[in-house]
């Protein structure tokens, strides 16, 4: 019985899952390869490696994104990889095909100065004290944004100066070391939170 682009699909975000990957990084790499099967309408199986450079040409000219460029040659070439492996194809025809080199921008970082002014100007309100235990705590810690939201109070741990990142990039936990600032605002969040004084 012949298998559809559909069904490739979904194995390959069930691969996707298999490893490990975050949510955000599986919806990437699976939007990446919808939009390239639309564009290929259903015939990804007799795609040349000359006709995909032409789609990622395209799609270049369009975002002018070499980062974005990358990804998708690096999520076409695992999904003509499962191709491969379902011997449905003999060849993975972006073989030939070779990334564009990035220049790192250099990354500036806050002085401890200006980080004191911008906690300095977060005013004394309890949106603010939230501010404040946000930004304290993402100083101390060096956390991302996703771990940072699916962190609870219960995760940090004042005895030990530590916090728990149980969704930690590709869903490892790991324990991270917090300074005594960012645990002294996210007491005080405790203890606005639980009524306790």
């Known amino acids: 019985m012949k298998t559809t682009m559909y069904e490739l699909l979904i194995e390959f975000e069930?691969?996707?899952?298999?490893?490990?990957?975050?949510?955000?990084?599986?919806?990437?790499k699976t939007r990446n390869l919808k939009a390239f099967l639309n564009h290929c309408n259903?015939?990804?199986?007799t795609t040349t490696g000359q006709e995909i450079e032409e789609y990622l040409r395209e799609?270049?000219?369009?975002?002018?994104?070499?980062?974005?460029y990358n990804h998708r040659i690096r999520d076409l070439k695992q999904f003509y990889g499962l191709l491969l492996d379902r011997e449905?194809?003999?060849?993975?025809?972006?073989?030939?095909?070779?990334?564009?080199?990035?220049?790192?921008?250099?990354?500036?970082?806050?002085?401890?100065e200006e980080?004191?002014?911008?906690?300095?100007?977060?005013?004394d309100t309890p949106r603010g004290r939230r501010d404040r235990a946000i930004i304290e705590l993402v100083y101390s810690t060096g956390l991302r944004i996703g771990e940072l939201?699916?962190?609870?109070l219960e995760d940090v741990d004042v005895g030990t100066r530590e916090i728990i990142v149980r969704h930690g990039k590709g869903g490892r936990e790991r324990i991270v070391p917090v300074g005594r600032e960012a645990l002294v605002v996210l007491e005080c969040r405790a203890s606005l939170k639980t009524g306790k004084k």
């Open 14 to 28: 069930d691969r996707l899952k298999q490893k490990g990957l975050a949510t955000t990084t599986i919806y990437n």
């Open 115 to 123: 980080v004191k002014r911008i906690i300095d100007a977060i005013p």
């Open 42 to 45: 259903e015939t990804a199986l």
């Open 88 to 112: 449905l194809l003999l060849l993975n025809p972006l073989d030939g095909i070779e990334r564009k080199e990035t220049e790192r921008p250099s990354r500036s970082v806050f002085t401890q």
């Open 59 to 68: 799609c270049f000219n369009e975002d002018h994104s070499t980062a974005l």
């Open 149 to 152: 939201m699916g962190l609870d």
